[in-house]
């Protein structure tokens, strides 16, 4: 069975230009939600494999980065606020999912959106509370090497609660996995942290 993201591909293979919305309704259907695509089309757009262009009637239409139009579009655009906005993108639609993810389940949440300061999410069930740092996946390898360290110390920066509970929350990659895996045991056990992993579907994978 294809993936999400290799069913966009082939979407826009055929139909470039087309919306998140537009996306979901062909693939998912016209009832279904289109959290799912928006998160595995930001992360084609990490990858360099789709650009996302605001289109005539206003609306952001998904684009295979092999369409002229596009290539010319980010020529003219800066190298450093395109790397900006995706970092930002990333980041931002991870907190969106969790957030539902949270909600579904009785938390109420204070997030922290884009570089504003502060916990990425606060989630408070009545007596319970849940502190979340999140990061997205960077451009390259190396890049998601010093994202994944640099959560482990605002995690460990947050912990002043003693009765809270603390996690990481990464995109559902790979590499991700791996460097937790790689986290000695011992220092799981004696944080408490655990690993929130986001996929391409939206679906949300907490690992200790």
């Known amino acids: 069975m294809k993936t999400l993201k290799e069913r966009i591909i082939q979407l826009l293979q055929e139909h470039s230009g087309l919306t998140d919305r537009e996306i979901t309704n062909r693939i998912l259907g016209e009832k279904k939600p289109q959290?799912?695509?928006n998160q595995a089309c930001r992360s084609l757009e990490a990858q360099g494999v789709l650009k996302r262009v605001k289109r005539q009637?206003?609306?952001?239409?998904?684009?295979l980065a092999t369409d002229q139009h596009v290539v010319d579009y980010f020529q003219n655009k800066g190298k450093k606020?395109?790397?900006?906005?995706k970092k930002a993108f990333s980041e931002d639609n991870?907190?969106?999912?969790?957030?539902s993810y949270l909600h579904a389940d009785g938390w109420n949440t204070r997030?922290?959106?884009g570089k504003n300061?502060?916990?990425?999410?606060?989630?408070t069930r009545e007596t319970d509370r849940w502190i979340i740092e999140v990061k997205g996946m960077g451009?390259?390898?190396?890049m998601n090497v010093n994202y994944f360290l640099t959560i482990l110390g605002e995690i460990l920066q947050?912990?002043?609660?003693?009765?809270?509970?603390?996690?990481?929350?990464?995109?559902?990659?790979?590499?991700?996995?791996?460097l937790w895996d790689r986290l000695p045991l011992l220092a799981k056990v004696r944080t408490g942290i655990t690993a929130l992993f986001v996929d391409e579907n939206g679906e949300v994978t907490e690992v200790t």
Do not use: H, T
């Open 81 to 85: 606020d395109l790397e900006e906005d």
């Open 158 to 178: 947050r912990m002043e609660d003693p009765y809270a509970k603390y996690s990481i929350a990464l995109p559902d990659i790979q590499q991700f996995r791996n």
């Open 139 to 142: 451009s390259y390898q190396q």
């Open 117 to 123: 300061r502060g916990i990425d999410i606060d989630a």
């Open 111 to 113: 997030v922290a959106w």
């Open 94 to 99: 991870i907190k969106q999912v969790l957030i």
């Open 35 to 37: 959290q799912p695509v």
């Open 57 to 63: 009637d206003g609306l952001i239409g998904n684009y």
